[in-house]
């Protein structure tokens, strides 16, 4: 990773970024909608938001991880979104960001990270195998829209 980008904790005042980010997933917000949920979970003992931050302060990545516990499984931690700046990819900026998760995970005394990854980013699956992670399974995702106030 370059010398001079650095990962911390997100904080609310980094929404601005986050949404522009989350529209490079595919999944456009605006940023006041994005302090809402930033607030929410930032401060969430069982999630982690890291941000991947230059010199200048300009958010190039951010990664949000979640600790869960199914019946069937247990304990683990979830990267639940990860996204670097197309300008920054290649530098070494998603590794950091999964090694802050994994250092994270482990430090809260769980053996396993877990991460998903949408079929259709080909260019990710390759990343993902570079850092140690094992495909166990494909899988289809269902969606059903209650209400329009339930999207928060």
Not at 32 to 56: I, K, N
Not at 80 to 103: K, N, Q
Request: proline share 3%; charged share 20%; glycine share 8%.
């Amino acid at each position: 990773m370059p010398d001079l980008v650095t990962v911390r904790n997100a904080v609310v005042s980094d929404a601005h970024r986050v949404a522009e980010l989350c529209g490079v997933l595919g999944y456009p917000v605006t940023a006041d909608l994005m302090a809402e949920r930033l607030a929410g979970v930032v401060d969430a003992s069982e999630e982690t938001v890291l941000v991947a931050v230059l010199p200048s302060g300009k958010v190039v990545g951010w990664l949000h991880a979640s600790e869960r516990q199914l019946l069937e499984m247990g304990r683990y931690a979830e990267i639940m979104g990860l996204v670097v700046d197309a300008s920054h990819r290649g530098l070494g900026v998603g590794r950091e960001l999964i090694a802050r998760a994994e250092a994270w995970t482990a430090a809260r005394g769980l053996s396993d990270l877990h991460v998903r990854s949408n079929i259709a980013r080909i260019e990710s699956h390759p990343f993902y195998q570079r850092l140690g992670y094992v495909r166990v399974k494909t899988q289809h995702a269902y969606r059903k829209a209650l209400s329009t106030n339930a999207a928060r």
